[in-house]
């Protein structure tokens, strides 16, 4: 495997962190944060041990200011108040010229917004389940597209938002319903096929040669596997992995996440997720996130840190490639 970078720090080198729970106290955070405040600290411990001082902001207001003050922008931002929140932070990078985590905007757009990249995968012949998308000016058929039993969430979002054990219906009318509950909010909804089977992600970190690690089995909760908001938030235990214990369908995801990796790069570090039936020995691509989960309890650093790479490692090398990769002539 590719050897790790490791970043130095230009003179007067100026970071800034943007995270939405940095700020806050794991001890006395509300519930609704889940354990973001905690990942956000360990974040902010391992920059400063890479990076040095830094600055930090927990919020989208008047971040518009400190980006061109900044040389880098390391935003774990992903949940801005709007459609495609994701690509907030990373347009303003690129109106000011300052580079930034993770992909350009057009890149983070496509690859969180679930039913086009779902389009993307279909199209390099990597298995996927079918789906409609249903929105308040746009309803899903009334005749069933494809057999269930459905699976309903937003097309856009992070964070398994307003996923739960009722976004699984066994009727088409069920789907459907469910859909309507989520134009309620404001949201556009996915009805895909409902895969069975458990979730796998495969994490890739961006390098000259993109690297593949092992793929990770997530637990998540009820009778079928669903990963729920709840699940997520991880407020009862932290969620619980294992590695997938199948050679021939390691090798089948490792080569199907990074025909889509190639197809989306270049990026820093992303998680693709499916869903692994091992009686049939098939699995189905869910969805794929960048900038994804990089605490030390989630499933990324599960892997990694199994390969004997470190969460301060992994901070160290991103910052390091992504710099490297946007630097421009004369930089």
Known sequence: MTELLQFEPPRDFRLLFAARHVLEDQATAPAISGQYPRYHQEIREALEAVAGSIDVTDSEVGIEDLIPASDYVFSLMNRVKMNNGEVFVSTLCEYAGVKYLGASPAVRALAEDKHLAKHLVRALGVPTTPSVISSRYLRAPDEQPFAGPFFVKPRLGAASE?????????????ACAQADALHTDRLDALIEQFAPGRNVTVPIIGNAEPMVFEPVVLHGSGPFQIITQDDKLQTGSDMSFEFLDNAELVAALKSAALKIYRELCPLDYARFDFRVDDESGTFQ????????????FGSLMFSLGNAGISQEALVSHVLAFSYLRQQTSGQ
């Open 162 to 174: 307003q996923v739960t054990q009722y976004s699984r219906q066994t009727t088409w009318q069920g």
């Open 285 to 296: 691509f869910l969805e794929v996130n960048i900038c994804c989960d990089i605490s030390s």
